[in-house]
């Protein structure tokens, strides 16, 4: 009978006591976020896929086209081709194509580029429903930011 | 042309019972959505008009635009006929509830009654609904709403019983009137007739959950063990009406406890009575109902069967030995 009564006790404590953790959760702040509406700023290492820096100075791409990046990657997703032009030094870059769906974000093109021609970007909204949408073709798009 | 007022009296308050009942259950729907995202931390709804205040008018009109398919076999009449037993009882037990001094459709002398009489139709309502759908999921589920509503149905009957005993009378006008003029007048706290008096509303407010099926004890619609329950096979606003069904119980269930236990549309401090008195307690109580839901997980059905036998009803039954011997004694 005491075991009884102390059960009921009990169980209607217990009861209350998880009714206080609710309510007060009620009253809590909402931690949701409107996702199309409010985004999380950015953080400044975040790794997207790579993209051509653009030069200040000269207006153009900082790649010398001597191929590191596309030696040292372990998934053989970067192309590039480049030619050499009357009056310029170097080597200039006519092509050069990213196959995102084979990347893996390895990093190791950025840290191999001798000219910090590569850096990554900020890009996570890639949807697509074609696997020919993640091939990127990254002089355009660098000529795309520029304008 | 002469329009017997009495015929106008009637007409007009069925249309704001129906208006009432209905507005309640979509907002209800809406409450119920909002208070699970704050409890979640989350915000509910808020894409469709202000703070989402149009969401159920958009659930309303997609509900209605479904397709009523009746399954092949199920019987037609019953099937249909389960709904409509659902909800009509629910409608016709807002007659006798007073929600202010002047505010009754029928002050009947045997209110309370005739409120527990129709309110024990709508078991029928989810058993014959089952039973037409010719599915054995919903008929499992159905005889577990039957056996849960006779389990808590006892319990309930025992604390009014034991209340009528306290105010003497079933008509719930009067059953208000005795209770004016402050808090400590409310039957929550007549201590005189019986010192377990918070136990008495406690116990009612328990059964009220589960004659409801509402979380914890919703087992009508327990979907991870029963696909929905007993009303499986209904699609759009066949399931919808048991839903409204549902709420409008909802608003019946808190109503009586506000008039049988908390003075009714008493002020707490004996100042301005009236209805918005009455709207405030039902509403606080159909918060805790909606915040007890998100509180707890569904109980098994050996412990809800338990807790009605071995605790509620015993219980029940000590309060009214008690309160018959002291309203005896004093």
Redesign the interface.
């Known amino acids: 009978m005491k075991a009884y009564i102390r059960d009921?006790v009990n169980g209607?404590w217990s009861?209350l006591v998880?009714?206080t953790?609710?309510?007060r959760?009620?009253?809590?702040?909402?931690?949701?976020l409107?996702y199309p509406h409010q985004t999380v700023p950015m953080k400044p290492r975040f790794r997207g896929h790579i993209d051509l820096v653009l030069d200040e100075r000269k207006g153009t791409n900082k790649c010398i086209v001597c191929n590191a990046c596309m030696k040292t990657c372990p998934s053989g997703c970067i192309t590039l081709e480049g030619e050499k032009r009357e009056g310029v030094k170097q080597k200039v870059l006519t092509y050069y194509q990213l196959d995102f769906t084979k990347c893996s974000l390895c990093g190791l093109c950025v840290e191999v580029c001798p000219t910090a021609a590569l850096d990554f970007s900020k890009d996570y909204n890639l949807v697509g429903s074609q696997e020919s949408e993640f091939v990127f073709d990254l002089l355009k798009r660098l000529e795309e930011r520029k304008q | 042309m002469t329009i017997d007022p009495e015929l106008l009296r009637l007409l007009l308050y069925l249309v704001g019972f129906i208006a009432f009942i209905a507005t309640n259950a979509a907002y209800l729907v809406w409450l119920e959505r909002k208070?699970a995202?704050?409890?979640?931390?989350?915000?509910g709804p808020?894409e469709v008009g202000p703070f989402g205040l149009l969401q159920p008018v958009a659930d309303g009109l997609k509900l209605m635009t479904k397709q009523l398919i009746i399954p092949k076999g199920a019987d037609s009449f019953l099937f249909r006929l389960g709904p409509v037993l659902v909800m009509t009882p629910a409608v016709m037990c807002f007659v006798t509830i007073p929600y202010s001094d002047t505010i009754v459709a029928r002050n009947l002398d045997v209110g309370l009654l005739a409120i527990f009489a129709f309110a024990s139709v709508n078991v029928l309502g989810l058993l014959l609904g089952a039973w037409g759908s010719r599915n054995k999921y919903a008929v499992i589920s159905a005889a577990r709403v039957v056996s849960q509503n006779v389990a808590y149905e006892i319990p309930m009957l025992i604390v009014i019983v034991t209340m009528v005993m306290v105010t003497g009378t079933m008509n719930l006008h009067e059953v208000v009137t005795t209770q004016l003029g402050g808090f400590w007048h409310w039957n929550v706290f007549r201590f005189t007739a019986s010192p377990l008096m918070p136990v008495a509303f406690?116990i009612y407010f328990v059964c009220m959950l589960a004659e409801t099926n509402r979380a914890p004890f919703d087992m009508a619609e327990a979907e991870s063990e029963l696909i929905a329950g007993a009303f499986t096979e209904y699609p759009g606003m066949g399931f919808g009406v048991f839903f409204m069904g549902e709420y409008a119980n909802i608003v019946v269930g808190t109503s009586m406890a506000t008039i049988l236990f908390l003075g009714g549309w008493d002020c707490p401090f004996g100042l301005w009575p009236g209805l918005h008195w009455f709207l405030i307690k039902m509403y606080a109580l159909i918060f805790t109902v909606i915040?007890?839901r998100?509180?707890?997980p569904r109980t098994t059905f050996y412990s809800l069967l338990n807790l009605s036998w071995k605790?509620l009803i015993p219980?029940a039954f000590a309060n009214l030995i008690l309160t018959s011997a002291l309203l005896k004694v004093l």
Do not use: S
């Open positions: 009921i209607t009861l998880g009714m953790i609710t309510i959760y009620f009253f809590g702040p909402v931690v949701t409107q | 208070e995202g704050h409890i979640q931390c989350r915000i808020k406690l915040w007890i998100w509180t707890f605790v219980v």
